[in-house]
């Protein structure tokens, strides 16, 4: 079957958004549709062009035999500030202020349009950082996980507060609840990971970071290197940050339960290195 120019395009658009941060031989393509390495080339610039220009992503060329192309996931600097703005929008209603000075925040991790675009603003910020897993805790940090890691193209791995029989073997840590200072577990399954990876962990909400410290410990009875972390809401606190570097999207500046007040701001994104 030959295929025709339009035909191409439209397929290959759809296996490379399929496949982020995946290496493709043009080879694979030009056996696909039995057509001349020259036309795949040519019809990948027109995709490179488009991508660049509605602000899709990049398409890097890799030279060489054991080269090819790979799309990688970006979003520039207008699209990343809506989405902020948006969130910031959709969680200052006052009804979402929950005791202890938490948002309701499960119909936002819930929906899955949202979900995809922080997770493609995310995977902006470490597009260019070799990343080999995304770790989170269960279970509110699993869909922005998830979200993260489809964009990555990498494996998530699922930190629980106590070991499931189908788990199999697992590590166990003790570590200091940032906000309670109470002492709590995290276990993890001994398959999860690797020794040497590259791992960026993600939660949806930090006040002192003692979780995201805790997942820091447990990557070190893993042998792995944190890459880096990623927060949908911090929470501004009195108390010391036990995370130093991270970057969130929305900042809780200040809320108050006796006037059901929310204050939010943009998060430390741009200001932190994430574009």
Known sequence: MKWKRSERL??????????????????????????????????????????????????????????????????????????????INELSHSDRLLPGGYLYMTDVLGNPDMMNRIGK?????????????????????IPI???????????????????????GSTVSINYVSGSSRRIQTM?????SMKSGQRVLITDDFMKVGGTMNGMKNL?????????????????EHKDEQLVEKYLSLVKLREVSEKER???????????????
Do not use: W
Not at 261 to 275: P, V
């Open 10 to 87: 439209v397929d290959m658009t759809h296996h490379l958004l399929e496949h982020p941060h995946k290496l493709i031989p043009l080879t694979y393509f030009a056996d696909l549709y039995d057509s001349a390495k020259s036309s795949i080339s040519e019809d990948l610039g027109i995709i490179k062009e488009t991508f660049e220009e509605k602000g899709i992503g990049l398409l890097a060329t890799v030279p060489g035999a054991a080269g090819g192309v790979k799309y990688i996931p970006k979003l520039q600097e207008p699209e990343i500030r809506n989405i902020m703005q948006e969130l």
């Open 121 to 141: 603003v995310f995977a902006t910020a470490f597009a260019h950082q070799k990343i080999d897993v995304i770790m989170t805790v269960a279970t509110k940090g």
């Open 145 to 167: 996980a998830h979200a993260i890691a489809r964009h990555l193209n990498v494996p998530v791995v699922i930190v629980r507060r106590d070991s499931k029989v189908t788990e």
């Open 187 to 191: 276990v993890l399954s001994k398959r």
């Open 219 to 235: 990557l070190e009875e893993f042998e792995c290197t944190l890459a880096g972390v990623a927060v949908l809401v911090e929470a």
């Open 261 to 275: 007040k929310i204050e939010l701001q943009e998060g430390n994104y741009f200001s932190n290195g994430g574009f």
